[in-house]
Nanobody
Framework: VQLQASGGGLVQAGGSLRLSCELA?????????LGWFRQVPGKEREFVAA???????YYADSVKGRFAISRDNSKSTVYLQMNSLKPEDTAVYHC???????????????????WGQGTLVTVSS
C-alpha cells in the first residue's frame, strides 16, 4: 500500500490549507481506517484526526473545531482541511492507513501499518 500526501506549504496564522493523501492503486480503500498525524523535530508523532470506515471522525482536542478530516472512497483519497491555523500547527503531517484497527487504536501512531512520506506545513505568525 502506497500513500502519497500533498498540500503542505507556508501560510500565515489564521489561514487555511487542505492536505490530501491518496492510496495508490488501492481497490479496497473503503475498508481502511485513515489517520493524520504530525511531528516536529525532537517530539513524538502526534495524533491529529482519524476517520473510520463508516465515515465517523475523531480529533485531537488541539484541532477540534478548526480541522476537518474527510474521505472520498471513489478517489481513494483522504483529506485534512485545516482552518484558523496557528504557529503551533507547524509540523510535518503524515497520513496513515490500516485495515485492522479498533476504535481505541485510532489515535495511536504505532497501530497503523501504512504511512505516507509526510508534507510540511509551516504557519507564520
Amino acid at each position: 500500500v502506497q500513500l502519497q500526501a500533498s498540500g503542505g506549504g507556508l501560510v500565515q496564522a489564521g489561514g487555511s490549507l487542505r492536505l490530501s493523501c491518496e492510496l495508490a492503486s488501492e481497490h479496497t480503500f473503503r475498508t481502511y481506517v485513515l489517520g493524520w498525524f504530525r511531528q516536529v523535530p525532537g517530539k513524538e508523532r502526534e495524533f491529529v484526526a482519524a476517520i473510520g470506515r463508516n465515515g465517523h471522525t475523531y480529533y485531537a482536542d488541539s484541532v477540534k473545531g478548526r480541522f476537518a478530516i474527510s474521505r472520498d472512497n471513489s478517489k481513494s483519497t483522504v483529506y485534512l482541511q485545516m482552518n484558523s491555523l496557528k504557529p503551533e500547527d507547524t509540523a510535518v503531517y503524515h497520513c496513515a492507513a490500516d485495515r485492522a484497527l479498533i476504535l481505541s487504536d485510532y489515535g495511536r501512531a504505532g497501530a497503523y501499518h501504512y504511512w505516507g512520506q509526510g508534507t510540511l506545513v509551516t504557519v507564520s505568525s
